[in-house]
């Protein structure tokens, strides 16, 4: 997702602009620029492809200074990575502007200011409406007020930067659906798309709302709201470090990141829906199209990817009838696989460095050059990314735990925006059903803060676990490969040996090991299969075996001596149980391993990312 800085200050803002920059690289980009206003009263820009840092490389060449000026890091969308795509765009050497999110009425607009004389370099929605801005600047004469317009005729969402040669003294920020924030220094004032890029120059911050625009002067900012009126916005002072990440109050980078999942979802949507749709082209340039002609989706991933995947498949067969096949990397690239046609073959990393993800990639595009790739990442610049037709960075933030929690949750998200715009590309999804799905992934950060309230119970069950040296999780449905990802969570930090299996099969073997030594912990979300799993329950229990049941509110799971019962959550849908169920398990393996005592950030024998075979 693109990365917006800009700054006005008494000094040269370029070097604050290139370090926010290098400070929102986590969030993906194909292309950088900054453009300054100088003290010659002109607009000077510097683009670049790549890293902020061939940027910085070209400034050093030939050097831009000036106390106004606003940066970018780009990922296409509208256009293809391109200098001449890459932000920011200046409409008649007069207006500037830098641009997240996506301006879906832009073909209507462009065909406007092309009656009106307007020339294009780009194909882009942003230069549109760098054109639409100084279109309405000559009408008002007055920059606030022009953008003001402007953004009342923009369908879609987005975050802007904007300044202009007739008014050295002011910046302008808006904001509908992409974030923005702004940071308060002293003499001088900043805006960010992300709080991460000002903190070597202030801890001091306003969050813009949707529809509001701001007016940043030097000593002063003023907002406005959606309605013209100008309001306050609180002032929230940061309590993040400009130095290295840090687990803050938490014991653990693990605990920290699980705390953080309900902000990582948030922003993972932000930008990529609107009201109750979601936005086109937020899997990138072109990907509409390739939507449209597909026939079966192919996700390919490792571990705890891997488990993502297994829960879209629920997802694309149930709710799109599209086909959807998930496999391993390392065994998927060995045995020579049929490549159908008409397929997106999908790769799921959170480094983005996974050795047989990425060998499973090059091994496709290899032998079929004309496959649409798409990678669903955390890391930018990441050899997947680089690699792979198509991408959505998950919003996830840097992780240091190696046992993933937020990046997962964040996979399950794209993945979820993933059928809604194929569903749509298709006709396989009507409105309706599109503003269900939406509504309920726009209730996931609360439902997961419900979740995480249970932390108190999930400790009392972990003291019970602690001793266990072995553990079986069941889940039917899309709650089966939830339950593998619970039981690799428990193994993988805890090292107690944790099997999962559909409850449906226990009568296929995994009774054999029930007694009151194996502890069992159930996923009973309120579905179809409800009837079924208190059934698979009631063996368990009846063999001696101890039950830890993580249900819905209103599933009626009877606690008794040897169940167990937390409720999780309630009124959930088939998109929205697994991520939240999820949660608990991540809780109960995080305790259960605090107890034993062991590396909880850095278990052993693991790395955070799996770069050799």
């Not at 002063?220 to 002072?237: N, S």
């Not at 059934?535 to 993580?550: D, I, P, T």
Request: charged residues 25%; aromatic residues 6%; hydrophobic residues 45%.
């Amino acid at each position: 997702m693109c990365g917006i800085v800009g700054a006005i200050a008494e000094r040269n803002v370029t070097p604050i602009l290139l370090e926010g920059l290098r400070r929102l690289e986590y969030r993906g980009y194909d292309s950088a620029g900054l453009v300054v206003l100088g003290s010659n009263g002109r607009l000077d820009r510097r683009r670049a492809l790549g890293k902020v840092e061939h940027l910085a490389a070209g400034i050093d060449q030939r050097p831009v200074s000036g106390p106004l000026g606003i940066a970018h890091t780009r990922w296409a969308t509208h256009g293809a990575p391109a200098e001449r795509n890459a932000h920011p765009h200046i409409s008649c050497d007069r207006v500037a502007i830098v641009h997240n999110g996506i301006i879906e009425n832009h073909a209507k607009l462009r065909a406007k200011l092309t009656e009106l004389g307007y020339t294009f370099t780009s194909e882009t929605d942003t230069e549109v409406a760098a054109h639409w801005i100084e279109h309405r600047l000559r009408e008002t004469g007055d920059l606030l007020e022009a953008v003001q317009q402007a953004v009342a005729d923009f369908e879609g969402a987005y975050a802007l930067g904007v300044i202009a040669v007739d008014e050295p003294d002011r910046l302008i920020a808006a904001r509908k659906g992409s974030p923005l924030v702004i940071g308060l220094g002293i003499g001088e004032n900043f805006i960010a798309s992300d709080v991460a890029a000002l903190l070597p120059v202030t801890q001091r911050f306003i969050f813009l709302e949707d529809g509001d625009v701001a007016e940043l002067h030097r000593g002063a900012v003023t907002i406005f709201d959606a309605q013209g009126q100008r309001v306050e916005r609180p002032v929230k002072l940061s309590s993040q470090s400009p130095d290295a990440a840090e687990k803050g109050p938490y014991r653990h980078f693990m605990q920290k990141e699980i705390f953080e999942q309900p902000r990582a979802v948030a922003d993972t949507l932000e930008g990529r829906i609107a009201g109750e749709r979601v936005l086109e082209g937020i899997f990138g340039a072109g990907s509409t199209a390739i939507f449209q002609r597909i026939r079966r989706v192919q996700i390919i991933a490792c571990g705890t990817s891997f488990h993502a995947g297994l829960t879209a498949r629920y997802w694309f067969e149930d709710i799109l009838g599209l086909p959807c096949h998930v496999e391993v990397a390392s065994e998927f690239r060995y045995r020579n696989p049929v490549l159908e046609d008409d397929s997106l073959f999908v790769t799921l990393s959170q480094s983005g460095e996974t050795a047989d993800t990425l060998a499973a990639l090059m091994n496709v595009k290899a032998r079929r050059p004309d496959m649409a790739t798409l990678t669903i990442c955390n890391v930018p610049e990441s050899s997947l990314v680089r690699e792979s037709g198509l991408v959505f960075m998950t919003q996830a933030g840097p992780e240091i735990g190696v046992a993933s929690t937020k990046a997962f949750t964040t996979q399950l998200i794209a993945l979820a925006l993933l059928l809604v715009s194929i569903g749509k590309a298709q006709g396989r999804l009507g409105e309706p059903q599109e503003a269900r799905i939406v509504q309920g992934l726009s209730r996931i950060p609360g439902k997961i803060a419900e979740a995480l309230a249970q932390e108190g119970r999930i400790l009392a069950l972990a003291e019970r676990l602690v001793h266990k040296q072995h553990a079986l999780f069941l889940g039917r449905g899309a709650m089966y490969p939830i339950a593998m990802e619970g039981a690799l969570k428990l193994k993988e930090i805890s090292y107690i040996h944790a099997e999962a299996y559909p409850a449906g099969e226990l009568k296929h073997g995994p009774l054999a090991l029930v007694d009151e030594s194996m502890p069992v912990i159930a996923i009973a979300p309120k579905d179809d299969l409800l009837a079924k799993l208190k059934s698979n329950l009631e063996e368990v229990r009846a063999r001696g075996g101890e039950l830890f049941v993580f249900e819905d509110e209103t599933a009626d799971v009877e606690p008794s001596e040897g169940i167990h019962v937390v409720p999780v959550t309630s009124n959930v849908g088939r998109i929205s149980a697994p991520i939240i169920f999820n949660i608990p398990l991540q809780l109960l393996a995080y305790h259960v391993a605090v107890l034993r005592g062991t590396d909880v950030d850095k278990p052993r024998n693991l790395a955070k990312s799996v770069t050799v075979e």
